[in-house]
């Protein structure tokens, strides 16, 4: 099993930036994905998630209108695209794949707000 994250990296305050996260090695369709986020001695927080079919999204409050989460079944990829950023919001971000109480763990990627 493998959750690949990739497009992290610098960006200014007000910018956008698309990160993606390429699964493989079990069944994509079968399971909700979500976003989280960490930052240094805070807890991993829930950025969105997507069901398995995409036929529900969720986010988490601070994010609404600014962070969009999608997926594509068929290139097994979820995607979130990140708008108006704020310093706040450096971090690495996570991608996870779950389906019942089974969950698998992308390695992270940062991004990083600043001017």
């Known amino acids: 099993v493998q959750l690949v994250e990739s497009g992290g990296g610098l960006v200014q305050p007000g910018g956008s930036l698309r990160l993606s996260c390429a699964a493989s090695?079990?069944?994509?369709?079968?399971?909700?994905m979500s976003w989280r986020r960490q930052t240094p001695g805070k807890e991993r927080e829930l950025v969105a998630s997507?069901?398995?079919?995409?036929?529900?999204?969720n986010y988490a409050d601070s994010m609404k209108g600014r962070f969009t989460i999608s997926r594509d079944n068929v290139k097994n990829t979820v995607y979130q695209q990140k708008d108006s950023l704020i310093p706040d919001e450096t971090a690495v971000y996570y991608c996870?794949?779950?389906?019942?109480?089974?969950?698998?763990w992308g390695q992270g990627t940062q991004v990083t707000v600043s001017s």
């Open positions: 996870s794949a779950r389906r019942s109480a089974t969950v698998y």
């Open positions: 090695g079990f069944t994509f369709t079968s399971y909700a």
């Open positions: 997507i069901g398995s079919v995409a036929r529900y999204t």
